[in-house]
């Protein structure tokens, strides 16, 4: 079994009622959640032309193939009424993004493991830290708390008033 952390983002539609759905989804088709973060609603990133986003990561384990994976989670994504237009960073109903799968690092067309811009983003950084601190990311060796620390973005993270309810 494989440490696994993904990070969940809505900003369309009902944003908690759309993380709780993919949670729930997760849970039965790729395993149960052994720990969850806050959520966070987060100014968008790489295009302020769309409402706040609400962002939470979940640590799993898995046996799965981590390509197979993917395409599990694309799968959650478009039934839960995500299209893709082409268009990095647009609004969404939801986005699944795998982080880390153990300790493994990939880089193809499809997949890159561990998510290549993480370190960059305040909205993956805090709630990872909340459930992971001490992780090291396997390609620069520095834990997710340090990445936050040395972090250069400088939008806007804050913990949501309201609870994200799932089974």
């Known amino acids: 079994m494989k440490a696994l952390y993904l990070l969940l983002g809505s900003n369309l539609g009902d944003r908690s009622q759309n993380i709780a759905k993919a949670v729930e989804l997760i849970s039965s088709e790729i395993g149960p959640v052994m720990r969850a973060s806050s959520c966070y609603e987060t100014e968008p990133w790489g ?16 046996k799965e193939d ?42 193809s067309e499809k997949l890159i493991i561990p998510h290549p811009r993480l370190q960059f983003r305040r909205f993956v950084l805090v709630p990872m830290n909340e459930i992971a601190p001490d992780l090291l990311h396997p390609v620069s060796g520095f834990s997710i708390g340090e990445l936050l620390g040395t972090c250069p973005d400088m939008l806007n993270v804050s ?6 309810n799932f089974s």
């Not at 295009?47 to 898995?62: P, T």
């Not at 237009?85 to 880089?107: K, M, P, T, V, W």
């Open 159 to 164: 913990l949501f008033d309201t609870v994200v």
């Open 47 to 62: 295009n302020n032309n769309q409402g706040l986003f609400l962002n939470m990561a979940l640590h799993l384990s898995s």
């Open 66 to 107: 981590p390509f197979h994976l993917l395409g599990k989670l694309l799968s959650i994504e478009q039934r839960l009424g995500r299209t893709r237009n082409g268009e990095q960073n647009s609004a969404r109903i939801i986005d699944i993004d795998i982080l880390f799968y153990g300790d493994h690092i990939i880089s």
